[in-house]
Structure formats: C-alpha cells, structure tokens
C-alpha cells in the first residue's frame, strides 16, 4: 500500500477518473482519489492522492489554480468547449475586426472577486445529481451564481477569432464558462477550444509525469510524493 502524491500530466481524450482507474491499476490499490476534475479535452496537472493521502482532499481541491486557455469567438457549443454541438452562431465574422484595447477591457472585467453562475456541464451537485448528470439527459436546472475569485488574468496571445490567456484563480471557477461570459461582453458567441492546467497551489505541472512514464518506469513508485512533504504546502 503507497501512501502520498502523485503528480499527472493528464494528456486529452480521457476523464479525471480514467486516471484515477489507470493508477489503481498501476499500482494494484483501490484507495486512490484526485484532486479537482480536467475535463476530457483540457491537459494538464492532475494530482493525485494515495491511500492515507485521500484524507487530504479537501485541501487540494481548496487550492487555488492557474490555467492557460484559449477562448474562441464565432460560435457557442452546448457543452461550453469542442465537445459539445453548436448552439449559437455569430450573425457575421465582424468579431475578426475586434481591436486588443477592446479585448483587454473586456478581459480585465473578470479580475477581482466576481459573480459567475456554473455550468450545466459540470461536477456541481443538484439534490444529489452531478449537473452533467442532468444536462446529458436533456435537463436544465437554475443556478444560483456563486462567489469566485480571479486573481490575474492576462492575455497572451490575439489570434482571432481565439484569444490565449492565463488565469490564476480561486477553487470553484469554470475556465469554460469564463469564455462563455467573456464572449457576451464581446458581444459575440464563444468557447473554451483548449485548455491546460499549469498550476495547483504550490504544484506545478513541470513537476508531474506522463502517464507513460508511470507505465513504463520500473520505480515509477518514486514518483510518489509521501504526505509529510506536501502536508506543509496544503494545510492552512
């Protein structure tokens, strides 16, 4: 039985819990959970907890995280991202004449403490049904906006119709969704087409490993971080 963290970089294409399933078979235990759901298209830093460290879930899925993400005008899905079929187009391509000032206004509207309503597709739960749950069923439920925390936010790149930033924000907060209301303020139908996670708190994504190196390594239990190194970085 190991007991600590594990560091993935998780590639596109699989769920969070394809992972976790991935690891318990890896190395032969049942006791192993993650710490904040990537959808299956978005990359990035996944951490892992094992046996004993399952305890500490809570404290990583507090931490804040950053992201890079590019939101892509021209065209809204259901599900927020390329997964989902087009819901909304734009009328013209006149979002291809947006200026960066025009852009930056926008963009800088998110930072600071804002109000922002979770998406239907998303691990938020309804009277015990994850809202995904429902929205694959065809159900959509009112939600109540909530309280999250955008502590920068800055753009890396203008390529329209996509706009590369990276976000560092608090738990709780819908990157899909941030492209969502960003496009509104645009005045354009938007979506996340790529995202990665960069960062969990004092984590950071050039320190996982690839799943295949966790396959392929014949010690890749080194790769377990044990609890007393990480308790220092998570506890408040």
């Known amino acids: 039985m190991f007991n600590g963290f594990l560091l993935v970089n998780k590639p596109a294409g699989i769920t969070s819990h394809d992972v976790v399933n991935f690891i318990r078979d890896r190395f032969h235990m049942r006791r192993v959970g993650h710490g904040g759901t990537l959808d299956p298209l978005a990359t990035g830093l996944l951490i892992l907890m094992l046996g004993r460290a399952t305890k500490l879930s ?11 993400a590019k939101m892509s005008l021209g065209f809204a899905t259901a599900t927020g991202d390329l997964a989902g079929e ?15 000032d025009q ?3 926008a963009v800088d509207s998110f930072i600071g403490e804002i109000d922002q309503v979770p998406p239907m597709y998303s691990a938020v739960k309804f009277k015990g049904k994850r ?7 065809g159900i959509e439920i009112p939600r109540e906006s909530r309280k999250v925390k955008v502590y920068s936010m800055s753009i890396e ?6 706009v590369s930033l990276k976000v560092n924000c608090s738990r709780g907060f819908y990157i899909r969704q941030l492209c969502i209301d960003l496009g509104k303020k645009l005045g354009y139908p938007a979506h996340l087409s790529m995202m990665v996670r960069t960062s969990i ?24 971080i044990p609890i007393e190194n990480v308790r220092s970085l998570i506890l408040k």
């Open 201 to 224: 708190g004092k984590f950071s994504l050039t320190e996982a490993k690839t799943l295949d190196q966790i396959l392929n390594e014949c010690d890749s239990e080194k790769h377990i």
């Open 103 to 105: 852009i930056k206004k």
């Open 58 to 68: 809570q404290n990583i899925t507090g931490l804040d995280k950053e992201y890079l």
């Open 131 to 137: 809202l995904y749950e429902l929205a694959r069923r």
């Open 86 to 100: 087009v819901v909304d187009k734009a009328e013209d391509e006149s979002y291809m004449n947006l200026k960066e």
């Open 157 to 162: 790149k203008i390529e329209l119709p996509e």
